[in-house]
């Protein structure tokens, strides 16, 4: 048997992980163990009731609006200690967070193979998104094997002179927790009116901290006022830096729904009840194109260019007026709608997870 050791921190990372742990589960040469760094507490949680796995092993690292030095600095001690007494044969991180980079570092101390599922992400900015960029190029530089979503991450991979050998394309896993949950019954969590049109929006990222999230907000704001027959839904990030400024400017509108984070099923039934989603989330860039729901990204850059070249995601930054003009004209004009509410899944076929196991095998069937 080998041990392979899979981490999550944070809710997206155990809702692109989960699909891999399940697969990894049905495999007789594997002892799969789940590390949780609890970066996230009750986000990170509901994922993983919802997909039926109780992690082995909680660091319960989450603290109240924690310093990324902090969180880093608590993280790598910890880790320390589950690698020397797990002693795994290989460890799993997924996407760029702070507990991808201390895991891929502690793991290279450790000299622990690491596999790196959704590699290849770039925005070749190491500002945006802050610090994720930084957090994946370090895990890209020590990861063993790299599991690319797409051609174009690999792309990148190979543009940082990385092994072709070490690359697999596989898709995103993403889409195979999509397709699992899609499947199941999925029920609305809050009353929308039959006839309103809905617009779900998500924003939570570091560099829109500040100025930038507040014109977020202000445009919000402004078209909530101007569409009082649209429904607005917006889960907010429980991150105080966005609880408190989005409470600020939407919490008195009469359209504008502010909860929290929803789970990821009842997430799931929201984004397909949607007319257009607006958001920064990099998971939701990549779901709403498979359930044809038109994306604006409120951001400057992404690294998933590929749903802007089909025209069903368009960036709009966090500049007010912009945000506005661009959302009204896919309320207002019916075939700029239809052009980006095309059903296309660049990310992948839901089969991701089954080619990232098959890897493993090959490689531990050959040592
Ligand atoms: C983190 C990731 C980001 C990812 C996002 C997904 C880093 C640096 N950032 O950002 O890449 O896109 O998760 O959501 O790794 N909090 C709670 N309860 C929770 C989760 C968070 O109260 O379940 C609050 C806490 O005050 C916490 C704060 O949010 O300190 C920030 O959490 P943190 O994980 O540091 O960063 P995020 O902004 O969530
Ligand atoms: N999501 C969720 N509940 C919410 C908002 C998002 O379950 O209220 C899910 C969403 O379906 C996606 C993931 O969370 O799979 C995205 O996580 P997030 O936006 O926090 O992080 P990012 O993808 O930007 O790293």
């Given at each position: 048997m080998k041990k392979i050791l899979c981490v999550v921190g944070t809710r997206p990372e155990a809702i692109k992980m989960a699909p891999v742990i399940l697969a990894l589960k049905s495999e007789p040469w594997a002892e799969v163990r789940v590390l949780a760094t609890a970066q996230h507490r009750q986000m990170l949680d509901q994922v993983n009731q919802f997909f039926g796995i109780e992690p082995?092993?909680?660091?319960?690292?989450?603290?109240?609006?924690?310093?990324l030095t902090t969180l880093t600095a608590r993280l790598l001690l910890d880790l320390d200690d589950v690698l020397q007494s797990e002693k795994p044969d290989a460890v799993l991180v997924q996407g760029d967070t702070t507990t991808v980079m201390t895991v891929a570092l502690a793991c290279f101390y450790h000299r622990i193979p690491i596999g790196h599922v959704e590699?290849?992400?770039?925005?070749?900015?190491?500002?945006n998104p802050f610090p994720e960029e930084a957090n994946r190029v370090i895990a890209g530089k020590l990861a063993r094997w790299h599991f690319a979503p797409t051609e174009g991450s690999r792309q990148n991979l190979l543009k940082e002179g990385i092994a072709d050998a070490d690359i697999v394309v596989t898709g995103n896993t993403v889409i195979d927790a999509l397709l699992m949950s899609a499947a199941k019954d999925l029920e609305l969590p809050i009353d929308i009116e039959a006839d309103k049109r809905l617009v779900l929006v998500t924003s939570h990222r570091r560099e829109n901290f500040g100025e930038p999230f507040r014109n977020i907000c202000k445009a919000l704001r402004t078209l909530a006022k101007n569409n009082s027959d649209i429904q607005f839904l917006y889960p907010v990030h429980p991150n105080p830096n966005v609880k408190d400024v989005a409470h600020e400017f939407l919490a008195e509108l009469p359209n504008v729904i502010l909860c929290e984070p929803l789970d990821y099923a009842p997430f799931i039934a929201v984004m397909k009840r949607a007319y257009l989603i607006l958001t920064d989330s990099g998971g939701v860039q990549e779901e709403a194109p498979a359930l044809g729901k038109p994306v604006l990204v409120l951001r400057d850059e992404t690294e998933r260019p590929e749903a802007v070249e089909q025209g069903v995601v368009k960036l709009v930054g966090s500049n007010c007026e912009r945000i506005i003009e661009e959302a009204q004209r896919l309320l207002d004009d019916e075939s700029a709608y239809k052009v980006m509410a095309r059903g296309v899944s660049p990310y992948g076929d839901g089969h991701a997870s089954e080619r990232i196991v098959q890897i493993l095998r090959e490689y531990f069937d050959a040592i």
């Open positions: 082995d092993i909680d660091l319960d690292i989450m603290r109240p609006n924690q310093a590699a290849g992400l770039r925005t070749w900015d190491m500002q």
